[in-house]
């Protein structure tokens, strides 16, 4: 197979979505916003100093970004110390499949690198990837393509021949930007966000392989 396979983390390859939701909405809480988490669906996919600027913009909050970053990164991590990570269920299996076949693999994915790598360990698939990207060394994150097109530069490969399981908005919008397929990945209690742009969208992986209509793209 001549294509590479390109993941994003949270949300995809890590059962962490709902964590930062979760951990978003007790910060706002504690600045005296209240919101539902419909009204944030928006801002997922971004690196969370991004995150951050649109809340402080939006909600008129009194501190700087990168002070809301570290409170929510910082209970993002109790929560994991507490209760542990978990990958996406397929997640591992299908990472590993596609590893065992000689498939590239890339994680993309706006977190930092240390808890990309750290994330990737825990599942036990760190090896089966051949780069793992942050967003926080590229000039634009999501959705500029700049993330997507240096994981396929670092793989060797033009971004037609490139597949990306995607889960946010704006991830789906930068893949797309940077010319590649985008499957968006669904699964149950995802949070609902405009998707519209993928190619597909699938809410399990793929219990053999890629699916066989992308062979072709």
């Given at each position: 197979?001549?294509?590479a396979v390109i993941?994003?983390?949270?949300?995809?390859?890590?059962?962490?979505?709902?964590?930062?939701?979760?951990?978003?909405?007790?910060?706002?809480s504690?600045?005296?916003?209240?919101?539902?988490?419909?009204?944030?669906?928006?801002?997922?996919?971004?690196s969370m100093?991004?995150i951050?600027?649109?809340?402080?913009?939006r909600?008129?909050?009194?501190?700087?970004?990168?002070?809301?970053?570290?409170?929510?990164?910082?209970?993002?991590d109790e929560h994991?110390?507490?209760?542990?990570?978990?990958?996406?269920?397929?997640?591992?299996?299908?990472?590993?499949?596609?590893?065992?076949a000689?498939?590239?693999l890339?994680?993309?994915?706006?977190?930092?690198?240390?808890?990309?790598?750290?994330?990737?360990?825990?599942?036990?698939?760190?090896?089966?990837f051949?780069?793992?990207v942050?967003?926080?060394?590229?000039?634009?994150g999501?959705?500029?393509?700049?993330?997507?097109?240096?994981?396929?530069?670092?793989?060797?490969?033009?971004?037609?021949?490139?597949i990306?399981?995607?889960?946010?908005?704006?991830?789906?919008?930068?893949?797309?930007?940077?010319g590649m397929?985008?499957?968006?990945?669904?699964p149950?209690?995802?949070?609902?966000?405009?998707?519209?742009?993928?190619?597909?969208?699938v809410?399990?992986?793929?219990?053999?392989s890629?699916?066989?209509?992308?062979?072709?793209?």
């Amino acid at each position: 197979m001549s294509k590479a396979v390109i993941f994003d983390m949270d949300g995809v390859l890590s059962d962490s979505e709902w964590i930062y939701v979760e951990k978003i909405l007790s910060v706002l809480s504690e600045e005296g916003v209240n919101v539902p988490t419909e009204e944030i669906n928006d801002l997922f996919g971004q690196s969370m100093i991004c995150i951050c600027s649109e809340l402080k913009e939006r909600y008129n909050l009194k501190n700087e970004p990168d002070e809301y970053a570290g409170r929510i990164l910082r209970l993002r991590d109790e929560h994991i110390e507490e209760h542990g990570l978990y990958p996406m269920e397929g997640a591992v299996e299908f990472v590993r499949k596609l590893h065992d076949a000689g498939i590239p693999l890339a994680v993309a994915s706006s977190a930092d690198a240390q808890t990309i790598r750290v994330n990737m360990e825990s599942f036990g698939i760190a090896d089966c990837f051949d780069h793992l990207v942050s967003g926080l060394d590229c000039e634009n994150g999501k959705p500029a393509p700049d993330l997507y097109l240096k994981a396929a530069d670092l793989l060797g490969k033009d971004p037609k021949d490139c597949i990306v399981f995607e889960d946010s908005a704006s991830g789906v919008r930068a893949a797309k930007s940077a010319g590649m397929y985008c499957y968006a990945f669904v699964p149950p209690k995802a949070v609902p966000q405009d998707i519209s742009p993928a190619d597909e969208i699938v809410h399990r992986f793929p219990t053999e392989s890629i699916p066989d209509q992308t062979e072709s793209q």
